[in-house]
């Protein structure tokens, strides 16, 4: 190779080559022909042969730097470490794909794969979504969960199964008939999806006394029956997230469902559109459940059930029952344990007594006008037939700006206040200024007591979309001078006082452009001071996805 480059130097350094380099002259056709078909064809040559050198060596490197590399000469409990930390992030296994973690960590080598089959805690959170006709299983599932599950050994399993198959039974209902009548039209060989999903459901009941936390979604009643082989065996169960989509069967034909009606450890059950579904559960022990209907007119059978549940300390009624206000039995429905109550229109607070009661969190139904604007008047009626102390109050699309003066009355000890209007109103800014000016604190010399004295968190947030919510028709005002004179005056209360001081705040305000936010200058001059003194602040102001300020 040094002869080589050498030789071709030399040959370079001639004069008619300088010549022709250091002028604009025009070489000869031998000349040409001379430079072109050795020189430079044998310079290219040599080139191209150096590189693929260089492509061998610096491939011998890498495989040589893969063979030393750190990563193998881990100790496996180390290699464990990093797995865990790797799937920190993913809550669940989707034990049907096989490009989830940790199926692919299971791939890399045979040491991967025995760290990860050594570890139950890496498979006891499981993911297992049913098949349809449009979503075809992969080879082999019934072995791919039987494998998670057996690698979970004895450990407590988490599992999230959904079996909503979009009209699959419609769809299986039709063939069976078709085949019945015309039974060579099919292939008996033919996989049957819903025989597959049976048989996964199968497997996970088989293993139901490790349930720890269990969300089942379903769309035939003809899984009830099959949980109902779990009864008596749910020892471990704490959590049941169970919702149903009802099909095709007819309601004479919904069998009786009490899978759950024996867990000793079941405390918090979530349900979710049951339709006419009644399970058989350890209501008396509870000590959380949350029911969400969509169909109308079943507000009272929800709130009749909190006599079967004595030891229930929070309640969550998601319906749109708005229209209910008397009970078919006369009188209230008393409650002497319930904390904590999330709801949701005005039905569900008009026939309680709470006495105990410290937390509301009042969520309009965002897309129901009539339930946005006759929620809030309903909660003082509560809270004085009840005679609580609300330490913590949530109010989320509601927009009754003159209705909440009197609750605000109605809680003088309340800690935190969240404010959150997610669908925009033209009201919105309006609600939102209310309740600045009633936290206001008064120095025009008069002596007048503090408003919500225990405060000490709290939260104001507007959301708003054009393509779904009503247009925005003015600009967002509410960041004004005074409310920072509000959160400066309740920051700055001297202990000792009586008073609690503001501890923690939240502003986050999100509009369409810019247009839809008034100048909030005033309003940021007032409180960039107040982090620097230690006040836990944070501030977002957004238009579409441009963040204008950020504290």
């Excluded at 072109?36 to 492509?55: G, Y």
């Excluded at 008396?284 to 507000?299: G, I, K, P, T, Y």
Aim: one cysteine or more; aromatic letters at 8%.
């Amino acid at each position: 190779m040094q002869n080589f480059l050498n030789n071709l130097q030399a040959r370079t350094k001639t004069a008619d080559f300088q010549r022709l380099l250091q002028s604009n002259e025009r070489p000869t056709e031998a000349q040409i022909v001379n430079i072109r078909k050795t020189m430079l064809a044998e310079a290219m040559q040599r080139l191209s042969e150096l590189h693929q050198v260089w492509e061998t060596l610096q491939q011998i490197i890498d495989d040589c730097k893969t063979v030393v590399s750190p990563m193998r000469q881990l100790p496996p409990e180390i290699l464990l470490e990093i797995f865990h930390w790797t799937i920190a992030d993913q809550e669940y296994v989707d034990v049907f794909c096989i490009k989830s973690v940790p199926w692919t960590l299971g791939q890399v080598c045979r040491t991967w794969h025995e760290v990860v089959q050594s570890d139950p805690r890496l498979w006891s959170n499981l993911l297992v979504r049913g098949f349809s006709y449009d979503r075809n299983p992969p080879q082999e599932p019934l072995s791919m969960l039987k494998t998670a599950l057996r690698l979970s050994k004895d450990r407590s399993l988490s599992i999230r199964c959904s079996f909503d198959c979009d009209n699959l039974l419609e769809m299986e209902k039709e063939r069976n008939a078709i085949q019945e009548k015309w039974p060579n039209l099919y292939n008996p060989e033919e996989d049957n999806i819903i025989t597959l999903n049976h048989r996964v459901l199968q497997l996970l009941v088989d293993n139901s006394r490790r349930w720890k936390n269990a969300r089942f979604r379903v769309d035939d009643y003809a899984y009830l029956s099959m949980f109902n082989a779990a009864k008596g065996k749910l020892d471990r169960l704490e959590t049941l997230n169970f919702g149903m989509i009802p099909g095709w069967i007819d309601d004479e034909l919904i069998p009786t469902f009490d899978a759950f009606a024996v867990a000793p450890k079941l405390f918090n059950i979530e349900l979710s559109r049951m339709g006419r579904v009644k399970p058989v559960l350890p209501y008396e022990q509870l000590f959380s459940a949350r029911m969400e209907w969509c169909d109308r007119n079943v507000l009272e059978e929800h709130l009749v059930t909190l006599h079967e549940m004595p030891n229930l300390q929070e309640y969550d009624l998601d319906g749109f029952d708005y229209e209910m206000r008397e009970l078919s039995e006369p009188g209230f429905i008393h409650h002497n344990a319930l904390r904590v109550l999330h709801v949701c229109t005005p039905g569900a607070l008009t026939n309680l007594v709470l006495p105990n009661l410290e937390e509301v969190h009042l969520k309009a139904a965002s897309l129901d006008e009539i339930c946005r604007f006759a929620t809030l008047d309903k909660l003082p009626g509560l809270i004085e037939r009840s005679g609580c102390s609300i330490r913590k109050l949530t109010l989320a699309d509601v927009l009754e700006s003159s209705d909440i003066i009197p609750v605000l009355e109605r809680t003088p000890n309340l800690n935190e206040l969240h404010v959150e209007l997610n669908h925009w109103h033209y009201e919105t800014d309006e609600f939102m200024a209310v309740v600045a000016r009633y936290l206001r604190i008064r120095k025009d010399g008069r002596e007048m007591p503090v408003a919500l004295p225990r405060l000490h968190t709290l939260t104001m947030s507007v959301r708003g979309s054009p393509k779904w919510d009503i247009p925005f028709d003015l600009p967002i005002s509410f960041l004004k001078k005074r409310m920072a004179e509000m959160i400066r005056d309740r920051w700055n209360i001297i202990d000792g006082s009586g008073v609690n001081r503001l501890k923690s705040v939240r502003i986050y305000v999100s509009v369409p452009s810019r247009y839809h936010i008034a100048p909030y200058d005033e309003f940021i001059a007032g409180i960039e001071e107040l982090q620097k003194q230690g006040l836990d602040i944070s501030i977002v102001i957004k238009a579409g996805h441009e963040t204008l300020y950020g504290l």
